[in-house]
Every structure is written in C-alpha cells, then in structure tokens.
T-cell receptor
Framework: DAGVIQSPRHEVTEMGQEVTLRCKPI?????LFWYRQTMMRGLELLIY????????DSGMPEDRFSAKMPNASFSTLKIQPSEPRDSAVYFC????????????FGPGTRLTVL | DQQVKQNSPSLSVQEGRISILNCDYT??????FLWYKKYPAEGPTFLIS?????DKNEDGRFTVFLNKSAKHLSLHIVPSQPGDSAVYFC????????????FGKGTLLTVNP
C-alpha cells in the first residue's frame, strides 16, 4: 500500500512567490495533519483536518498560510507570499482516527525561499 | 516554551551496546508518550509508545521507560545496530482522544559498526 504522498519533494522559490504543497493521505484515513520542521522550533503542528474539515488551525503562523482539503484524498498547504523565514521541511501526516491511531508521515517537502 | 525537551542533540554508540535516549516534559497533563524514528529524506515513523498508567513498555529491542514523578522518559535500544542510526523524536499528548502531539527537537543516534 502506498503511504502518504507529498509533492513536490523539493521546492526552491523566490521571496514573494506563491508556494503550494500537496498531500495525498493514506486511503481510508479520516484525519490529516500538516507539520513544519525547523531547526529552531523542531516539529510543530500547523493544522489538523478531520473528515476534510479543518478542526484546529491554531498552529498556522500567519495569514499568508492557508490549507484546504477539498476531498478525502487531497490536501494543499499554500503560502502566499512566501518569505525566507518560511524555509523548512513541511510534513503531511494522516491517521485512521486522530488521537487513537498512530500518525503516518509523508516524506516531506523541503522548501527553500530565497 | 518547549514542553518536550530532548537535551542531547546527538549520541554515538558502538554496535551491540545499549543506546539510551532521554526526554523530559514539563506539562503534567501529558499522559501518553511516543517515540518516532526518522531517516534522512523520509518522514518520521512510529516506533513505540507508553501510557502514563505504565512505567515500562517493551517491543523487541526497544523499551521505553516512564518516570512520571520526574517527568522523564527514556528509550533503550539493546543491542544497537547500525540500521538504528537515525533521528529519534520524543512526542507527548494529553489524554482521551486528543490528537495533538507535541514533539521534542530530536536526538541523532549514530551506531558505529
């Protein structure tokens, strides 16, 4: 079975550009999470969806960040406009039942904003 | 304010010996703890967990110990193997069906042949 799929794996962009990260969760999983990993702050939760509905977006750093889940098999995290301090590895994770079952992580997208 | 702390950024161990990775937490509401393992260019993968009603959980070569009074947990790997070389993250969450994991910054374990 395929795990969580993320694209692109690497993204290099210039400050001010729009960036869209994509995630396909494991089929049948009801919960989806977006995380960001930086040296300073480690791995932190940005937003959590349950059954395609955003439940907790308290970790989204600014209005420049937005996330959508139009259906059970696809989610996007968008940064507009991007800034150098957004450079990080962004992980998507999914689980069958949030809080009960383990979270399965994708391979991550390494974003570099110049 | 880091609620989950892994104070050792790195650890180097000889193959066959024991690896001990440590984790401290400050939030007394945490009652479920997990360890994740991460290889380069991959996402973290779940390794082992422990509930606060236990003080030890074992799975093959991996054992997690929890000391609630000290707010401390540790992961023991015995015997260590070169394939265990990875970054290990400690994570914690509050009770019930709470989904929110709070992660430490990780410890890079290197097991030398």
């Amino acid at each position: 079975d395929a795990g969580v799929i993320q694209s692109p794996r690497h993204e290099v962009t210039e400050m001010g550009q729009e960036v869209t990260l994509r995630c396909k969760p494991i089929s049948g999983h009801n919960s989806l999470f977006w995380y960001r990993q930086t040296m300073m702050r480690g791995l932190e939760l940005l937003i959590y969806f349950n059954n395609n509905v955003p439940i907790d977006d308290s970790g989204m750093p600014e209005d420049r960040f937005s996330a959508k889940m139009p259906n059970a098999s696809f989610s996007t995290l968008k940064i507009q406009p991007s800034e150098p301090r957004d450079s990080a590895v962004y992980f998507c994770a999914s689980s069958l039942l949030a809080g009960v079952n383990e979270q399965f992580f994708g391979p991550g997208t390494r974003l570099t904003v110049l | 304010d880091q609620q989950v702390k892994q104070n050792s950024p790195s650890l180097s161990v000889q193959e066959g010996r024991i690896s001990i990775l440590n984790c401290d937490y400050t939030n007394s509401m945490f009652d479920y703890f997990l360890w994740y393992k991460k290889y380069p260019a991959e996402g973290p993968t779940f390794l082992i967990s422990i509930s606060s009603i236990k003080d030890k959980n074992e799975d093959g070569r991996f054992t997690v110990f929890l000391n609630k009074s000290a707010k401390h947990l540790s992961l023991h790997i015995v015997p260590s193997q070169p394939g265990d070389s990875a970054v290990y993250f400690c994570a914690a969450k509050r009770g019930g069906s709470n989904y929110k994991l709070t992660f430490g910054k990780g410890t890079l374990l290197t097991v030398n042949p």
